[in-house]
């Protein structure tokens, strides 16, 4: 992934990230008082617009953070900034937080800044889909299934940070993360799936995952293909058992796991290869700029 940004809509106005001032990102850069959506476009649509905006609102609702703009006028913005600098294949950021104050009690204000960004779209190593990638359960960190903000998608990520990092320092690329009851929750930045004598499980919304989007579609595949699913509350240990784990996420889609420290090992993907190339096919008829859904 590219570290630069290609393209940034400050609250409506198109402008370099240079720009950017303290004052206007202090409570995002401070307390992480906000949250964001991580979304694909293709041929300037937005894959599955409509479902990430209701999570951002429900995000926005709970941190009570008010934002001025309608859905169809952010839909706009975020097209607007695909044309302008052609990015016919993109990942796009929408960034939202409170404005002021930059003292940490945020008194009555609820207006938020708005900040998009977008780049081209750079896809995950090729070999990660071939061979899976390899994974730890942190003994660090958890998720929290109590909080009204497991379901957020909020400006601190720090746990899920320091997780990876964990990972990545035992030699591992990602890292589980369970939550307080010591139930799989979800993956650093993605949802958990593993297949289990042909049932596709994943841990349910009660075990903190956060409801991605990509999850939700594949929920949503298996159904149409009468593939068994159980959603449920799963310990690391039950993925000894399993033929397959694979993660989900929007950028990454269906990314095989090859390894999980000491619980799990597996060398074939039916299951995430399936999924990946339905998922794929779905992704290119929605974009393919000829798909007139009005989200
Ligand atoms: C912690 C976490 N879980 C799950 C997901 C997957 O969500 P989505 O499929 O909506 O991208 C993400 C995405 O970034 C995430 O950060």
Known sequence: MKESLSACLFNGQILHPGQLTLPE??????????VFETLRARNFVIFRWQDHWERLVKGLSLCQIH??????????????????????DAYVRVNVWRKQPDIFDPGKEEGGHLLIFARPFCPYPAADYLQGISCLVSQ?????????????????MLENILARL??????????????????LSEATTANIFFVKNGVIC????????????????ILSLCS????????????PEQLKTASEVFLTNTLMGVLPVREVAGIFSGKNFPFAHMLQDELNHLFLEETSGQYQKNT
Do not use: W
């Open 25 to 34: 990102l202090a409570r995002g850069f401070m307390y992480g008082d906000g």
């Open 67 to 88: 934002l001025e703009k309608e859905c169809h006028q952010i839909k706009q913005e975020i097209v607007k900034l695909l044309t302008r600098y052609q990015l016919y």
């Open 140 to 156: 660090r960190f958890q998720k929290n299934e109590n909080s009204a903000l497991a379901c957020v998608k909020s400006l601190n």
């Open 166 to 183: 964990e990972a990545k320092q035992s030699g591992y690329q990602d890292a589980f993360l369970c939550n307080t009851r010591s139930y």
């Open 202 to 217: 994943t841990p349910d919304l009660e075990s903190g995952a956060l409801p991605g989007i990509t999850r939700k579609i």
């Open 224 to 235: 149409q293909k009468n593939l068994p699913v159980q959603e449920g509350k799963f310990f």
